[in-house]
């Protein structure tokens, strides 16, 4: 099997380093001598030891090159990479990419490519790093209806989250964003970890194969972590509860729901337990019930390992049509309404006699009942109340929300962090 390599980034001069570091465990489980043909390069990489390969800085020559049969994409970005791997796929090679934005947007168009010329294009390094979540979606619960999946998709921001939660050192946001970006986890762009854009990448990519349906990169609702304050994390912890990055797809008869939000998970489910970089897929089936997936997110070995696993995938001959593409078929987006949930809500207020009354009179007016609440004072005039809600439909806690931040003693917008349960 001969290959070309575009881009030599984190992945990138990881997978060089593994293929020649592994080629004769890789060559024995491809049945197939495994070669490196040539490598599309535009920078130096210091980290990346290139001798004794072919190197172009025209990632195009790659796509042309006859000599090979499969041509890994690492360059990430949207338009240049369609580009690229539609003009691979033209020469008839198979393609194996990590860009998740790639395959989100223009899979369809891609697939739809890849089934013309009858070539495969494998994108298993796209969603949760060095966990083999495609693969155990597509053949290991082939016999099941997928009904949920809720992942734990981006390392970043997990790391975020957990450093800033940790008990021994809390740590401020920017602070271990700027460790994540050193470590390699983040993206070339990190406010598209930390506002939910990459995890929205990644749901929709496995909504489409999990559920076989067409799924729009828009209609995912996302929300990142960004506006997470401290005393937040503080309180949810003091309710029992760790805050995570979610990405969650399901459906019902009436439609999917595809959403990106920092969600509370109760402290003694194992979802509640996924810490740093780490990612944690649970999908739900129709015949297995529960399933959860654990591993490493993000990082260049992590991320390798799975882009071998499609290489091994293709020289075994596995036949991988690009079957979760065909004919998809449009699915409505669940409207708010159906959608309920229990809630976390934080209220910073005038610190006077009556103002919890007025907070309870605004949730009883809107059947929302109070499940615990928990009241510190912030200073001789403020004080903050944060509540944990039964669960209610969601139009009705926006609705409540917009009541309880028009009370005279509220004196900022009310925090909302919704529940998930497993
Ligand atoms: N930036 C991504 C993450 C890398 O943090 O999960 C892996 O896709």
Not at 306 to 314: G, K, P
Request: proline share 3%.
């Amino acid at each position: 099997m001969k290959i070309g390599i575009c881009g030599v980034g984190t992945v990138g001069a990881s997978l060089i380093s593994l293929i020649k570091k592994n080629r004769d465990e890789i060559s024995r489980k491809l049945e197939d001598e495994i070669s490196i043909s040539q490598v599309a390069s535009r920078r130096e990489n210091p980290q990346c030891d290139l001798s004794g390969i072919n190197i172009t800085n025209d990632i195009y020559e790659v796509a042309k090159n006859p000599s090979i049969d499969v041509l890994v994409e690492l360059i990430g970005g949207t338009e240049e990479a369609k580009d690229l791997v539609l003009l691979a796929v033209k020469n008839k090679k198979h393609v194996i990419t990590a860009n998740k934005a790639l395959i989100a947007m223009h899979g369809h168009e891609i697939f739809s490519a890849a089934r013309q010329m009858g070539v495969c294009v494998l994108f298993e390094a796209a969603v949760a790093g060095g966990i083999p979540i495609i693969k155990s979606i597509r053949e290991g619960l082939v016999g099941n209806v997928i009904t949920r999946i809720a992942g734990i998709l981006n390392g970043t921001s997990n790391f975020i989250l957990s450093e800033m939660a940790s008990k021994k050192q809390p740590r401020e946001f920017d602070e271990v964003l700027k460790e994540a970006q050193k470590k390699g986890y983040a993206e070339a762009d990190p406010s598209f970890d930390v506002n939910g854009i990459d995890a929205a990448h990644k749901i929709t990519i496995l909504a489409m194969i999990g559920f076989g349906i067409a799924v729009e990169f828009e209609s995912v609702r996302i929300e990142g972590i960004s506006e997470i304050a401290l005393e937040d994390i503080i309180l949810i912890d003091e309710f029992g509860f760790s805050l995570k990055p979610l990405a969650v797809a399901f459906r019902i008869s009436n439609g999917i729901s595809l959403r990106v939000y920092p969600a509370m998970i109760e402290k003694e489910k194992v979802f509640s337990k996924v810490d740093g970089v780490t990612n944690a897929v649970l999908v739900e089936g129709s015949s297995v019930g529960e399933t959860l997936y654990v591993g490493p997110g993000a990082g260049g070995d992590a991320t390798a390992s799975s882009v071998i696993a499609d290489l091994v995938h293709l020289s075994r001959g596995s036949k991988i049509p690009n079957e979760g593409f065909l004919e998809l078929k449009e699915a409505p987006t669940i409207e708010e309404s159906s959608i309920e949930t229990g809630s976390y809500i934080r209220l910073d207020v005038q610190n006077m006699t009556g103002v919890m009354a007025s907070i309870s009179s605004v949730l009883e007016k809107n059947r929302i009942g109070i499940e615990s609440i928990i009241q510190k004072e912030v200073s001789e005039s403020i004080a903050r109340i944060a509540i944990i809600t039964s669960i209610v439909n969601e139009k009705v806690l926006h609705e409540s929300l917009r009541q309880l931040g028009a009370l005279p003693a509220v004196i900022s917008a009310p925090t909302k962090i919704e529940i998930f349960k497993s």
